[in-house]
């Protein structure tokens, strides 16, 4: 699997907080090797303030950010994915659309900030975790030899990654 830049669709529910977090990350992190999209099973309206307000302050360009269906990513017209990664537990439960070509898939599960009670700090703390999460795997499946993984390698290695404990650094 050796290509100049990889398609990476993430996916959760609602598409308002870890989908549009780990898009930014993966953008980011993947320093055009990889091109990160993100989508929802049942969107927002809008992405929540919360994590415009952390993209924004981790300098972040979140003119990308919207709340869209995973249907976009369905298309006949939508670009091939070479990845999907889902980052709730309901996305992962329900049943995806079938994504022409065959993309390599994992669950990468964290907690929804947006759930997060509490203080405002407390509120806000919780989509700091959930970036602090999101990165530590993202960096580690950009340092992936993937050019040099055969499939079933490569796929361990994914489920490796969403096996990360939430603790880990």
């Not at 809008?46 to 369905?74: C, I, M, Q, V």
């Not at 994504?99 to 703390?125: C, L, S």
């Amino acid at each position: 699997m050796t290509k100049d830049a990889y398609n990476v669709l993430f996916l959760c529910t609602g598409n308002s907080a870890r989908s549009l977090i780990a898009e930014a990350i993966m953008n980011r992190e993947g320093m055009g090797r990889f091109k990160a999209f993100s989508a929802g099973s049942n969107p927002e309206s809008a992405p929540h303030p919360y994590t415009l307000d952390l993209l924004r302050g981790l300098n972040h360009d979140t003119g990308f950010a919207r709340s869209k269906s995973w249907d976009e990513f369905a298309a006949a017209d939508a670009p091939q994915m070479d990845f999907v990664f889902t980052v709730c537990d309901n996305a992962a439960a329900e049943v995806c659309p079938v994504w022409p070509g065959q993309p390599m898939t994992a669950h990468w599960g964290v907690p929804d900030p947006v759930k997060a009670g509490g203080t405002e700090a407390m509120r806000r703390f919780a989509f700091a975790e959930t970036y602090r999460m999101l990165r530590s795997r993202i960096s580690i499946f950009v340092n992936l030899p993937i050019g040099s993984l055969d499939r079933m390698a490569l796929q361990r290695n994914l489920d490796d990654i969403g096996k990360i404990p939430e603790s880990a650094d």
